[in-house]
């Protein structure tokens, strides 16, 4: 069973930046693969980003692509989300969450509890 810590989210505004991080504990960190999510009120949940257990794969979905960079440190069982240029579109609660796949598509069994990202002047 693998346990997700979103942090770093808050408010900032836009044309700012944040990073968010995902700590995991529980499991064999680097047997998993990774992705970035987030949910806007009333909104369908979307995928940002992912990124496989090696870190030779990643991608990006076109929300933020340009805008983020994903990245994991398997000695600190942590990923790590990068966004720039933040807009008051990017405002929901983002996620990370663990998959066992070594291979897209990746069906993600673990989930955090959300960090909540506000953009607005």
């Known amino acids: 069973q693998v346990q997700l810590a979103e942090s770093g989210g808050g408010s900032v505004q836009p044309g700012g930046s944040l990073t968010l991080s995902c700590a995991a504990s529980?499991?064999?960190?680097?047997?998993?693969?990774f992705g970035w999510f987030r949910q806007a009120a009333g909104k369908e949940r979307e995928s940002l980003a992912e990124i496989s257990w090696s870190g030779d794969f990643r991608w990006y979905g076109d929300s933020l692509k340009g805008r983020c960079n994903i990245s994991r440190d398997n000695n600190k069982n942590t990923v790590v989300l990068q966004m720039n240029n933040l807009k008051p579109e990017d405002t929901a609660v983002y996620y990370c969450?663990?998959?066992?796949?070594?291979?897209?598509?990746?069906?993600?069994?673990?989930w955090g509890q959300g960090t909540q990202v506000t953009v607005s002047s």
């Open positions: 529980g499991g064999t960190f680097n047997r998993y693969a």
């Open positions: 969450a663990a998959s066992p796949g070594v291979l897209p598509p990746f069906e993600y069994r673990y």
